[in-house]
């Protein structure tokens, strides 16, 4: 399945170091972000981060990143709905600055 089929990119939400979408996952119907790495000079520091992120698991928001790829030639990132950042470099570095979260726990859930 390509990337086309597999996303449906719904909104616009942010455009800085990457095009940032809402989209709709169609196998799950779930919704997700898709962030579009654009070109210049810090694209491959911002791989860098994605990719240390992936290998480390999901840190202390406990969003995750769902699938990385490329589709026309431009990398692209998808993560879980993250909440409270502007940038997917900010969201990046919180998570691994931070302590990491045990396995299958979330901060704040179950909510109270």
Same mark, same amino acid.
């Given at each position: ?5 597999? &996303? ?6 942010? $455009?800085? $170091?990457?095009?940032? &979408?809402?989209?709709?996952?169609? =196998? @799950?119907?779930?919704?997700?972000? /898709? *962030? ?9 520091? !911002?791989? $860098? ?6 290998? =480390?698991? =999901?840190?202390? %928001?406990? #969003?995750?990143? !769902?699938?990385?790829?490329? *589709?026309?030639? %431009?990398? &692209?990132? /998808? @993560?879980?709905?993250? *909440? ?9 570095? #919180? $998570?691994? =600055?931070?302590?990491? %979260? ?11």
């Amino acid at each position: 399945m390509n990337f086309a089929e597999r &996303y449906e990119l719904l909104d616009l939400i942010a $455009e800085r $170091e990457a095009r940032t &979408y809402l989209a709709r996952e169609a =196998s @799950t119907v779930r919704m997700v972000m /898709v *962030h579009q790495l654009l070109p210049g000079p810090n694209r491959i520091s !911002l791989l $860098e981060l994605v990719l240390r992120l992936r290998m =480390s698991g =999901s840190g202390p %928001t406990g #969003a995750s990143i !769902l699938d990385l790829g490329e *589709h026309e030639g %431009t990398p &692209y990132v /998808v @993560t879980e709905i993250i *909440h409270g950042f502007q940038t997917l470099r900010e969201w990046l570095q #919180a $998570e691994l =600055s931070a302590p990491p %979260t045990p396995a299958g726990e979330r901060p704040g859930w179950p909510p109270a």
